[in-house]
């Protein structure tokens, strides 16, 4: 594993299963359907979630957002659960998303910022899991720099690991708390068939990637667009052979064309720390051919959403008026970001495994 | 259906206006009452009761539900978390007079789920139980303030609750644990 490495779909510790997981046959013929099962003890990525369970993801997620509502927004389900925080790097969002749901779900939470722990003395990555570990974390939440980290992770620790965005490769709370405000805010409550496009960075971005594949998977018109450095390869990532076989998905650097009639334009940051050089002739030239400004998303239908996964250089990838703007879910996206995760530690926590 | 009926639709019926009747009757009418159906099947009791109410006394009772997932203590025992159905309680419960409406009380710790998950909205005056079946086996010191029916059951039997808002139809049935196969949870 090195850092930057274009992600290949990263081997998959054996209880997630490889490829498309298929629907559990609801061989309980109840004569009341009876909800599908949560069989995954990690969130790795979200290439592993059946419909079925991606529709569940979604149910539990409007059951916390009806906590957050409450007066007291705070439920005993983990009580005693220990989750660890374990960031190599930086986050606001994404970590105080999850230390937030954690809590309000009577979580003991313990933070660690690799910055200011032995992993500067030089603990190897599996030391500290184990450290970790023996500390009592139950649920581990991990930022990693390489990609496929989560997925050693999960190879080593006993509990639940939940992939808190690992290099270029996934960031799948992201995704799901992106299909769920989509979900939530176009009219039918489905992607299917809704024109989506994502603009900007998709070469650097986990975001990107963890979002072709819910996208494409929910039946959308999925769409990629940005320069032709940064959307390079991402075709060969949505054939890579695991994904529905109907799905819709276009790569392209003509940012009219990808605009016009979208239903939702998701901008992504440009990732300039992770720019080897050499992709871009300057900012200004990007922010002039691919920033989503009020004029270009005029091209798209009126009332489409503007989403960003933060966070924000504005005026770069994003015209300030326009991530402030009346079509933006992006504070939304924060906020259902907290329910999405509470949701998914709420599930995974029923899953155990071998110790 | 596989079980010995224990109560008829008619009977389910009866018991749920007796119970509509002694709720109004012990609050001395109808001011300051609320009902808050327990998922599942408490929740269209609930209804039922306020439906009564309302034939009866021409008022018009606010009717919530609870979902009390998130409170049980046995998460950890379980394989697999349950599905959580959904809490709505469109009301002000403080310094009101609540009444749980839930289907068969066993054990308790529904209950004291419950109450834990109500405490969380507010701080009502009182807090009523009432239960279609009461089935005995108590391991909380909890009981019902309003029972349709007391039945004597073994531990190793069930008690299922059909009503026509979930099952299809109205009726009581106990059956030996050993005879389940799959179907809903037994209460």
Not at chain 1, 259 to 268: E, H, I, K, N, Q
Not at chain 1, 285 to 294: K, N, Q, V
Not at chain 1, 309 to 326: F, K, M, Q, S
Request: hydrophobic share 45%; net charge neutral.
């Amino acid at each position: 594993m090195t850092a930057g490495q274009p992600p290949g779909p990263p081997a998959v510790p054996e209880e997630q299963g490889v490829g498309v997981s298929v629907a559990v046959p609801s061989v309980d013929a109840a004569p009341h359907s009876q909800p599908v099962a949560w069989r995954h003890r990690h969130l790795l990525d979200v290439d592993v979630l059946s419909a079925d369970e991606t529709e569940l993801v979604m149910r539990t997620t409007d059951a916390m957002r009806e906590v957050l509502g409450r007066p007291i927004a705070k439920v005993p389900a983990l009580r005693g659960t220990n989750v660890t925080i374990l960031f190599y790097e930086a986050s606001t969002r994404t970590r105080v998303s999850f230390e937030v749901a954690a809590k309000n779900l009577s979580a003991d939470v313990v933070n660690i910022a690799t910055a200011t722990s032995s992993v500067v003395k030089g603990e190897s990555f599996l030391d500290t899991l184990r450290t970790i570990e023996a500390l009592g974390a139950g649920m581990l939440v991990l930022r990693h720099a390489h990609s496929g980290a989560p997925y050693l992770a999960a190879e080593h620790f006993g509990g639940s690991v939940l992939n808190g965005g690992d290099g270029w490769h996934a960031h799948p709370t992201q995704a799901i708390l992106d299909l769920y405000t989509m979900r939530r805010r176009l009219p039918g409550g489905t992607v299917a068939g809704r024109k989506v496009v994502i603009l900007g960075d998709a070469l650097h971005s986990r975001v990107a990637r963890s979002n072709i594949w819910s996208l494409t998977a929910a039946g959308a018109d999925l769409w990629v667009c940005g320069p032709a450095t940064l959307v390079r390869g991402l075709e060969a990532w949505a054939g890579s052979g695991v994904g529905p076989a109907s799905r819709r998905f276009t790569v392209t650097s003509d940012v009219n064309a990808a605009l016009r009639d979208a239903d939702v334009v998701m901008a992504l940051r440009l990732q300039q720390e992770r720019m080897s050089g050499g992709l871009l002739p300057s900012l200004r030239e990007y922010s002039a051919r691919f920033g989503l400004t009020r004029e270009r998303l005029a091209l798209a239908r009126p009332g489409a959403l503007v989403m960003h996964p933060g966070p924000i250089n504005e005026g770069v990838e994003i015209a300030p008026d326009v991530a402030e703007g009346i079509q933006s879910v992006i504070t939304e996206q924060v906020a259902n970001g907290v329910a999405v995760r509470m949701a998914l530690l709420y599930l995974l926590a029923g899953v155990r495994g071998p110790r | 259906m596989s079980g010995r009926q224990i109560m008829s639709a008619d009977e389910l019926r009866r018991a749920t206006v007796r119970i509509s009747h002694e709720i109004v009757e012990k609050q001395a009418g109808t001011n300051g009452l609320l009902l808050v159906g327990i998922q599942r099947r408490g929740v269209p009791l609930a209804h039922r009761i306020a439906a009564a109410i309302a034939e009866h006394e021409s008022a018009q009772i606010p009717v919530g539900a609870l979902d009390i997932t998130f409170y049980r203590d046995d998460l950890s025992l379980v394989a697999q978390q349950p599905v959580v159905k959904g809490t709505s309680l469109p009301f002000d419960i403080n310094g009101k007079t609540v009444v749980l409406v839930d289907d068969v009380l066993y054990t308790g710790r529904t209950i004291r789920a419950a109450l834990d998950a109500l405490m969380d909205f507010g701080r009502p005056s009182v807090v009523r139980l009432a239960v279609l079946v009461d089935r005995g086996h108590r391991e909380l010191p909890i009981r019902a303030d309003h029972v349709g029916k007391n039945v004597p059951t073994s531990r190793e039997e069930s008690v299922r609750v059909h009503l026509v808002e979930v099952d299809g139809e109205d009726s009581v049935e106990i059956e030996r644990m050993a005879d389940l196969a799959g179907g809903a949870p037994a209460a």
